[in-house]
């Protein structure tokens, strides 16, 4: 599959923008459900359905990244953040499904078990993990792509 341009503009700009916008909203859904049972049961599965769109585009935007790299050269440290955020976004996926499909089936009225309160702080954990890495990596990306860009500017 060539991910290297649509209609002469580079992928993975384009693509890379999905990331950088719905991983953290993931986070933030993730929080959201691990915090309010009764949303789990409610929003739980908007929040998987946008975790998962979130992961395909990590791993459209590393291998379009890769890519552009080939054109442009491999910007340090960007593409070594970048290679691992789709474990990260992965990693997010699997535990917000599993903590929605077992929120799934406790009853309105009865409160989450031991476990599944552990699970619950997990998933926060996961959440925020992603979201600082997320950062990272577009922070990287944009420095990699403006600091030339300006240095050129004020010489």
Do not use: Y
Request: glycine letters at 8%; aromatic letters at 6%.
């Amino acid at each position: 599959m060539g991910l290297d341009t649509i209609g002469g503009l580079p992928v993975h700009a384009l693509v890379v923008h999905v990331s950088v916008v719905l991983l953290p909203v993931t986070a933030l859904g993730a929080i959201l459900i691990a915090l309010t049972p009764a949303w789990s049961r409610r929003f739980g599965i908007v929040v998987v359905l946008i975790s998962v769109v979130a992961a395909i585009a990590t791993v459209v935007s590393k291998e379009s990244g890769e890519q552009l790299a080939t054109h442009v050269g491999v910007p340090d440290p960007h593409a070594q953040l970048g290679d691992k955020l789709p474990l990260f976004a992965g990693c997010l996926v699997v535990v917000v499904l599993i903590l929605w499909l077992c929120d799934r089936g406790i009853p309105a009225n009865r409160s989450r078990p031991f476990w599944l309160v552990i699970l619950a702080i997990v998933v926060i954990a996961v959440a925020l993990v992603t979201a600082w890495w997320t950062i990272r990596v577009g922070d990287s990306g944009a420095r990699a792509v403006w600091e030339p860009i300006l240095q050129k500017a004020t010489n």
